[in-house]
């Protein structure tokens, strides 16, 4: 009996961090043309992938899962000047490939974009527009600094030559040992 309660103790204590874990996270970019498991981060507004933060801007912080669908940038410190943490937000007008951007509660989102919608299905990050398909329309897009790249969402069919396809994850890279 007493094995059974500890047994039972124990499980409970290992579902209340896994769903605490699921809660913070990191995302992941995997895409043929990139370096596996780049990881996304919020840089002044936009969303950039890197195995650090890139160096040109002056804010980058982690993004992780917020309330209601979203996709939020999550510091692990104060940062000056953010009441609220910025949500992640794309772009959904027909033809549209822009870059991935994140907006204050207290601003307002340009016609055709959104921050809702956005889920994981196994560790997959993805877009779900009311009636629509599951979609993961994401792009890599190299920017002037090596292994930076800012992070599109690509509503039309079309991309520049050296956009790369990506799909972002929760599962990070497994470190390479000698």
Known sequence: MVFKRSLLALFLVCVDKAVYAQSNFSLYAYGKGIEPGLQLFYGDGQAYLGSS???FVSQAVNVSSGEDAEFVATPNRTVDGWSAE????????EGANNPIGFVKKNESL???????????YGGWAFHKDDGGPIAMKFL???????????VKWNAGATRA???VPISLRTLAPVPITA
């Open 53 to 55: 933060a890139p160096s």
């Open 86 to 93: 910025p949500t992640l937000f794309i772009d959904l007008t």
């Open 110 to 120: 340009g016609s055709g974009s959104t921050v809702s919608g956005f889920g994981l």
């Open 140 to 150: 890599a897009s190299p920017t002037n600094e090596t292994g930076i790249y800012l």
């Open 161 to 163: 030559d050296d956009d």
